[in-house]
């Protein structure tokens, strides 16, 4: 049998690949409009996007901005976009509005996960959004990874998404990772990417500085993000660099240990990717952040000067107070005093659940996240400023998410009490809305 396809049928079944595969993908993550760049979740047009006019009336609404509690107020949404938030009775809303009576609710704006994996987690991200996740960053995965997830007919939260990580050989995860060989090769894998759908871009930590440089350098041309971990770099010349955003509060371990200790480290991990498990606790334990003042206050006023955003993702290193490794305990300690101290010193922190963690239960890491940053001393508006409107700035979404504003989607968390009391009363979720749309 000839399998050969004639020419006039191969050319269109192309173009519709094409389209299939590129065309539309190119405009998923980024729309561009006019020089300006739009950072998109790649999900946006399969979000269901509410209709008509709703009413919640009589909700105390927290203005994450001031971390002021209005209280008794109503918020007007039309077709999935916050129309007003007024006191109650101070308006005239039209007679077609459906009103909720939200007595006695307290009304968040949607929670922003910034450091979520999915690896093999099925339904994880329609579980947090039903726990007032309404968006979430995966900073180090295929786009099309998430496919399975989007055919599940299930609601999830915006998925902004930054493809694999950029790494160098040998990758400590070789399923999420692109290699990069040269600057022009960092450039175009990061042109592809956001071509692709990518609205940040994730460094990885075997990245010669020179590449972090051109890759963050592409990133700030296109205006997206570019965030990185660390282990073999110091901070200072990564931030320097261009970056915007450092992930994991261990990333910052290498700049304050002696030059000499860093670079027997540095090359240890180089020869082995393995040798940072361990590693970084026994590296955090011996940390003193006394010692190294003038180092400590250097790169917090670097990362305040180069509005640098800091992801510490503190649960994914917790080791729990029964623990008996005494130097795993000390580290992790040292990770919060770090935290803290960065808190107290106007770093812009933001929240990253890493999607599950060691003591909580599956489902609750970002919960946990918030506990331990909390525990850091971080206020409760604080920590919900950082965790709504400071996320959003953090993906250069904050035109569209992270507030209670009108104009803004209806992206709502509605809690039976107060949030700005307990940590945990953050739990207590009774209602979510995202886009407009109830979540079921
Ligand atoms: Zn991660």
């Known amino acids: 049998m000839d399998l050969r396809i004639p020419l006039l049928v191969k050319i269109p079944v192309l173009l519709i690949i094409s389209w299939l595969f590129g065309g539309c993908g190119t405009k998923v993550g980024l729309v561009e409009e006019g020089n300006k760049v739009l950072i998109k979740p790649v999900n946006l047009a399969e979000m269901p996007m509410g209709e008509g006019s709703l009413a919640i009336t009589h909700v105390h609404v927290l203005d994450v901005r001031t971390g002021n509690l209005l209280p008794l107020h109503t918020i007007w949404i039309r077709d999935g976009l916050i129309e007003s938030v007024f006191p109650d009775g101070t308006e005239v809303l039209p007679g077609s509005v459906e009103v909720v009576d939200g007595a006695g609710r307290y009304v968040i704006p949607g929670l922003i996960d910034v450091h979520f994996h999915l690896d093999q987690l099925r339904g994880l991200p329609h579980l947090f959004l039903k726990k007032g996740i309404t968006a979430l960053r995966d900073p180090g995965a295929w786009i099309e990874a998430y496919g399975n997830e989007r055919r599940r007919g299930e609601q999830l939260p915006r998925l902004y998404l930054t493809g694999p990580h950029l790494d160098m050989f040998p990758p400590a995860h070789p399923k999420d990772a692109l290699i990069i060989r040269d600057e022009e090769e960092a450039r175009q894998q990061v042109r592809n990417l956001v071509g692709r759908g990518a609205s940040a871009i994730k460094i990885y930590y075997r990245m010669s ?27 200072r010349e990564v931030i320097r660099a261009g970056v915007t955003g450092i992930e994991h509060v261990t990333s910052f371990g290498l700049a304050l240990i002696s030059p000499i200790e860093a670079e027997v480290y540095r090359q240890k991990v180089l020869a082995d990717n393995h040798a940072r498990r361990e590693g970084r606790y026994e590296m955090w334990s011996g940390l003193d952040f006394g010692d190294k003042r003038n180092t400590v206050k250097e ?3 670097l990362m305040k000067e180069k509005e640098v955003f800091f992801c510490p993702t503190l649960a994914v290193f917790e080791v729990g107070e029964e623990s008996e490794d005494e130097v795993r305990g000390l580290g992790f300690q040292k990770m919060m005093e770090f935290t803290a101290l960065a808190y107290g010193k106007g770093v812009d922190l933001t929240v990253g659940s890493h999607s599950y963690v060691p003591y909580a239960s599956y489902g609750s890491a970002y919960q946990r996240e918030m506990e331990l940053m909390h525990a850091c001393g971080m206020s ?33 968390v509605l809690l039976s009490s107060n949030p700005l009391e307990h940590v945990k009363n953050l739990e207590n979720v009774e209602k979510v809305m995202l886009n407009g749309v109830w979540v079921d």
């Open 380 to 412: 409760l508006a604080d920590l919900i400023r950082a965790a709504t409107w400071g996320n959003a700035r953090f993906l250069g979404a904050q035109e569209e998410i992270g507030s209670i504003e009108p104009g803004k989607k209806a992206d709502l």
């Open 299 to 301: 790169i917090f006023d």
């Open 209 to 235: 500085l020179g590449l972090i440089q051109a890759a963050a350098d592409e990133c700030k041309k296109l205006g997206v993000p570019s965030t990185a971990h660390l282990e073999i770099s110091d901070v």
